[in-house]
């Protein structure tokens, strides 16, 4: 493995989600769960508002 250089570009985070694309992704993985009760799609949904939170919080 080739030693690491300084002049080598620095690795780009990811750009954020904003609150539509991540209930996109919130939904799209409920889909592939099966998750279809009414009280489980919400609950997956509050998880996805709080990852978005974290996440903005931390600057990620």
């Given at each position: 493995?080739?030693?690491e250089?300084?002049?080598?570009?620095?690795?780009?985070?990811?750009?954020?989600?904003?609150?539509?694309?991540?209930?996109?992704?919130?939904?799209?993985?409920?889909?592939?769960?099966?998750?279809?009760s009414?009280?489980?799609?919400q609950?997956?949904?509050?998880?996805?508002?709080?990852?978005?939170?974290?996440?903005?919080?931390?600057?990620?």
């Amino acid at each position: 493995m080739p030693p690491e250089r300084d002049d080598d570009p620095p690795q780009q985070m990811p750009a954020p989600l904003d609150a539509r694309e991540a209930e996109r992704l919130a939904l799209i993985a409920q889909v592939r769960r099966g998750v279809h009760s009414k009280r489980q799609r919400q609950l997956v949904q509050q998880i996805a508002a709080l990852t978005l939170a974290i996440l903005k919080g931390t600057g990620r």
